[in-house]
């Protein structure tokens, strides 16, 4: 019998591996419909959904691995890097979904919600002011107009599966939808900047590289609380507070 691997558990939610089958349970339907909606829409790889019987979604495992993870070390090749940029822009340049993602938000809410995260997080003593006043300083570069593209909303390094060069499939669309495009990058680059380069190459197109460090401190700043609070370690080598550090 195939044993029964937790992938990641909250209150939100919760992912389950059974065999090549992940298991997502998650209280809140619509985020469900954004999910299925999504990767029916995305012009890039996505996972077969095998059945659908709410609160849970059956999906199947994707071959290849991840480049690494957000604190640990790369595992995948530059080309590999570069091919998932390639993929990021397919997603990019397709015809917009029909409503707003996690990378949508207003610059006006989105601003409000980084002011009164960042006074949180000096009022609870979670970080020391000096760090969270220049971040604060620097995700400001990401507060400008920009154009809806198709975005992920949730690009983290461990939801894109790479074989060799090739891009085998990309998971988690909860916050898929019309977003900033450089949210999506800097998301994905975020503790590998090392390897922003290869990104912006298979990417194919000149980017802001200001507004990618802005959204690195900016959604790092957004995360903090909410990752202590969920029990996970923004303190952890090579994660949120340690990005924060980097732009001193």
Not at 29 to 39: F, L, P, S, W
Not at 146 to 152: D, E, I, K, Q, V
Request: one cysteine or more; hydrophobic letters at 45%; aromatic letters at 6%.
């Amino acid at each position: 019998m195939d044993e029964v691997k937790v992938v990641v558990a909250h209150s939100e939610r919760a992912t389950l591996r059974v065999g090549d089958v992940f298991l997502k349970v998650d209280a809140d339907q619509a985020r469900i419909d954004v999910e299925v909606e999504a990767m029916s829409l995305a012009p890039v790889p996505t996972p077969e959904v095998l059945w659908r019987k709410p609160p849970v979604l059956a999906i199947a495992a994707l071959p290849g691995a991840t480049l690494g993870r957000l604190g640990g070390p790369s595992t995948g090749s530059s080309a590999g890097w570069a091919a998932a940029g390639a993929a990021i822009r397919k997603l990019h340049d397709a015809p917009l979904p029909p409503r707003p993602g996690r990378a949508g938000r207003s610059i006006a809410a989105l601003a409000a919600e980084l002011d009164d995260e960042c006074e949180l997080l000096v009022t609870n003593g979670l970080l020391p002011v000096d760090l969270v006043t220049r971040n604060r300083q620097v995700a400001e570069a990401a507060l400008r107009p920009w154009t809806p593209a198709f975005t992920h909303g949730d690009l983290q390094i461990a939801h894109v599966f790479v074989d060799g060069n090739e891009v085998t499939g990309i998971i988690d669309w909860s916050e898929a939808g019309q977003g900033d495009a450089l949210y999506d990058l800097a998301t994905f680059t975020l503790g590998h900047e090392d390897h922003l380069d290869d990104v912006v190459a298979g990417y194919g197109t000149d980017v802001d590289l200001d507004v990618i460090q802005a959204w690195w401190s900016l959604r790092s700043l957004l995360a903090v609380r909410w990752l202590i609070e969920h029990g996970f370690d923004p303190f952890a080598p090579g994660c949120e507070v340690d990005v924060l550090r980097s732009r001193m």
